[in-house]
């Protein structure tokens, strides 16, 4: 009797819901800190005001990122399970039917009918709302929606991310604080493109690029504005 030896894999696709989370958040946290510090230092604030507005930013920044994320995800859960429960209702009221749809879905995949029948039957009696989920709604176990997971991640990298810009008014002198705290945001945000390509099996590079250039804008377009707002007051 031949025995199958199965290769394990790790798929990069299993780290889609949290890495899209934790990216999101931390190119957030330090796009939106960034900006927000170079717009009030831009106004002429004195660097214990920049600070303060910086923190409140943070903290405002990662429970709306949490909410958001929650909510979002919240949302995107729902559809799921009512998708769920009409299929559980449909496998209790026609499973026949299910068979035969579940069986054109492989048809369309390139299976002879003959093949796709067998192969319908032979997955719905191991697992007939799995084998539905999976193959007609494309919901699995690797891309199902995680509230709480999407909501914590992206509260605690933008966090991660806010504190970098921050940590910069810090140790800037106030006359170059704006600079100081781009250039440092511009080399953070191409790290993370970095890191980010590097989970997610992309280029490193053409991430990198696409997170400095979104964020040189944000950056350049508040300081422009705390500018124009500082010398109108």
């Not at 004195?46 to 990122?65: E, F, K, Y």
């Not at 729902?78 to 559980?88: F, G, Q, S, Y």
């Amino acid at each position: 009797m031949t025995r199958l030896h199965i290769h394990p894999e790790r798929h990069l696709v299993a780290r889609i819901g949290w890495l899209r989370a934790a990216v999101m958040g931390a190119n957030d946290g330090i796009v939106s800190t960034a900006s927000l510090i170079i717009g009030v230092a831009a106004a002429s604030a004195q660097s214990a005001d920049v600070l303060i507005a910086g923190t409140a930013g943070l903290v405002a920044g990662a429970m709306s990122m949490a909410a958001g994320e929650y909510v979002s995800v919240s949302s995107q859960q729902d559809t799921e399970n009512a998708d769920i429960a009409r299929e559980r209702s449909e496998l209790a009221n026609d499973a026949d039917a299910e068979i035969e749809e579940l069986a054109g879905i492989y048809m369309g995949r390139g299976l002879d009918a003959a093949t796709a029948d067998v192969v319908a039957r032979q997955l719905m009696a191991h697992d007939a709302l799995g084998a539905h989920a999976r193959d007609e709604l494309g919901i699995s176990s690797v891309t199902t929606a995680r509230p709480v997971q999407a909501a914590l991640t992206s509260a605690a990298t933008f966090s991660m991310g806010a504190a970098l810009p921050l940590a910069t008014i810090v140790v800037a002198p106030h006359e170059s604080l704006s600079i100081a705290v781009a250039v440092a945001s511009l080399v953070f945000l191409a790290l993370l493109g970095a890191i980010g390509a590097r989970a997610g099996g992309a280029s490193i590079w053409r991430a990198s690029a696409r997170v400095t250039v979104w964020g040189a804008i944000a950056m350049g377009l508040t300081a422009g504005i705390g500018r124009m707002v500082g010398a109108a007051l």
